[in-house]
């Protein structure tokens, strides 16, 4: 059984006042077919220029990305990314934004119409479809631009701190929705989070990166069944945590 989705000696740079700035230096990464994997390190690491490479919004240096054995450096819309803001159009309902991916793909509208009602009601939005951003809570917004992302048709999602702006009781909220519509979906998910009890929470595995320029300095394996009131828990924790301060 191949990886779904693999980067290969990934290195991107920035120009920063004339200079060659290193982001990411050899990134190696597997991703399995129905996996949940959580990214999480220090501030600058690189864990969002990682995210935009794998989703064809910028080009690394040098290296690969390959999707089912196939190279996709470079191509967008070949993966669902959800960016830490909703990005939500105010002028459009939840439902037209929800067809942003397919008018944009210029597929056809009529059954993408049927497909945004059908998992609007999966998602909880069957009241707010003909509803405005404006009109919406930060809970309902994350929602609306999940639906949005889903609407790509990637069963395999990118996400980038879609919580981070939330307050602590929709964030926890939205950790539980987001466990039980990508088990639901059979969905195959890499977030990217500062928060490690929400990458404890919601993840098969946790890559952990060191400071720029990023690398991979420890991948954790989370048994399926980890209680959050556990002492094993608290070890994982503690890993996490003295991983990102000695590195």
Same mark, same amino acid.
């Given at each position: =059984?191949?990886?779904?989705?693999?980067?290969?000696?990934?290195?991107?740079?920035?120009?920063?006042?004339?200079?060659?700035? *290193?982001?990411? +230096?050899? $990134? %190696?990464?597997?991703?399995?077919?129905?996996?949940?994997?959580?990214? &999480?390190?220090?501030?600058?690491?690189?864990?969002?220029?990682?995210?935009?490479? $794998?989703?064809?919004?910028?080009?690394? %240096?040098?290296?690969?990305?390959?999707? +089912?054995?196939?190279?996709?450096?470079?191509?967008?819309?070949?993966?669902?990314? =959800?960016?830490? +803001?909703? *990005?939500?159009?105010?002028? @459009?309902?939840?439902?037209?934004?929800?067809? @942003?991916?397919?008018?944009?793909?210029?597929?056809?509208?009529? %059954?993408?119409? !049927?497909?945004?009602?059908?998992?609007? #009601?999966?998602?909880? $939005?069957?009241?707010?479809?003909? #509803?405005?951003?404006? !009109?919406?809570?930060?809970?309902?917004?994350?929602?609306?631009?999940? *639906?949005?992302?889903?609407?790509?048709?990637?069963?395999?999602?990118?996400?980038?701190?879609?919580?981070?702006?939330?307050?602590?009781?929709?964030?926890?909220?939205?950790? %539980?929705?987001?466990?039980?519509?990508?088990?639901?979906?059979?969905?195959?998910?890499?977030? &990217?989070?500062?928060?490690?009890?929400?990458? @404890?929470?919601?993840?098969?595995?946790?890559?952990?990166?060191?400071?720029?320029?990023?690398?991979?300095?420890?991948?954790?394996?989370?048994?399926?069944?980890?209680? @959050?009131?556990?002492? $094993? #828990?608290?070890?994982?924790?503690?890993?996490?945590?003295?991983?990102?301060? !000695?590195?």
């Amino acid at each position: =059984m191949n990886p779904k989705l693999r980067s290969v000696q990934l290195r991107k740079s920035f120009l920063l006042r004339n200079s060659k700035v *290193l982001i990411l +230096d050899n $990134l %190696d990464f597997e991703l399995w077919e129905g996996e949940f994997v959580s990214i &999480v390190g220090p501030s600058g690491c690189g864990k969002s220029t990682f995210l935009e490479l $794998l989703a064809g919004i910028c080009k690394p %240096d040098s290296g690969d990305i390959l999707l +089912d054995g196939l190279s996709i450096l470079g191509k967008s819309g070949l993966l669902g990314y =959800m960016p830490q +803001d909703d *990005l939500l159009l105010p002028w @459009l309902k939840v439902w037209e934004n929800a067809l @942003l991916p397919i008018r944009m793909k210029n597929l056809p509208i009529k %059954d993408a119409k !049927q497909k945004a009602r059908s998992l609007g #009601h999966s998602f909880g $939005l069957e009241k707010h479809l003909d #509803h405005y951003p404006w !009109q919406l809570s930060g809970g309902l917004k994350q929602r609306a631009a999940f *639906l949005r992302t889903c609407m790509t048709g990637s069963p395999l999602l990118l996400l980038d701190e879609p919580f981070a702006n939330l307050d602590a009781l929709t964030r926890i909220t939205m950790q %539980d929705w987001l466990k039980m519509i990508t088990q639901k979906l059979g969905l195959t998910i890499i977030l &990217v989070t500062h928060d490690i009890e929400e990458a @404890l929470k919601l993840s098969d595995r946790i890559l952990i990166m060191s400071s720029a320029p990023g690398k991979i300095i420890q991948i954790l394996k989370l048994p399926s069944d980890l209680d @959050l009131n556990t002492d $094993l #828990h608290e070890e994982y924790k503690q890993n996490i945590l003295k991983s990102l301060i !000695q590195y």
